[in-house]
């Protein structure tokens, strides 16, 4: 069984940073492509940057420049650096592991989330 488990939302001032966790259990990241996704209250869920299974990455224009998405395969962990952060960054960020081997589209295993909030 697949579970992933979100760590390290929190409050911070605009300008700050947080480093959020993903923590796998059941899912080995060699062949797969992991991402993050975030969801502000009445909007859409939307990719904040994805890592293949040869990390590369991608970000979403609204956070390039200020995020980083990386992974530990060794402990089975997945990454966001979050820097000058901004209070439309503000949401419930969730990681993603994508289902179908070396793709990242299609089915994910979803975590539970964690909740960043950002003041001005």
């Known amino acids: 069984q697949v579970q992933l488990v979100e760590f390290g939302g929190g409050s911070v001032q605009a300008g700050g940073s947080l480093r959020l966790s993903c923590s796998a259990s059941?899912?080995?990241?060699?062949?797969?492509?992991l991402a993050w996704f975030r969801q502000a209250p009445g909007k859409e869920r939307e990719r904040v940057a994805s890592?293949?299974?040869?990390?590369?990455?991608t970000n979403a224009d609204s956070v390039k420049g200020r995020f980083s998405i990386f992974k530990d395969s060794a402990k089975n962990t997945l990454y966001l650096q979050m820097n000058n952060l901004k209070p439309e960054d503000t949401a419930t960020y969730y990681c993603?592991?994508?289902?179908?081997?070396?793709?990242?589209?299609?089915?994910?295993?979803w975590g539970q989330g964690t909740q960043v909030t950002v003041s001005s």
């Open positions: 993603a592991a994508y289902r179908r081997p070396w793709y990242c589209s299609g089915d994910a295993y």
């Open positions: 059941g899912y080995s990241f060699g062949i797969y492509c």
């Open positions: 890592i293949n299974h040869i990390d590369i990455t």
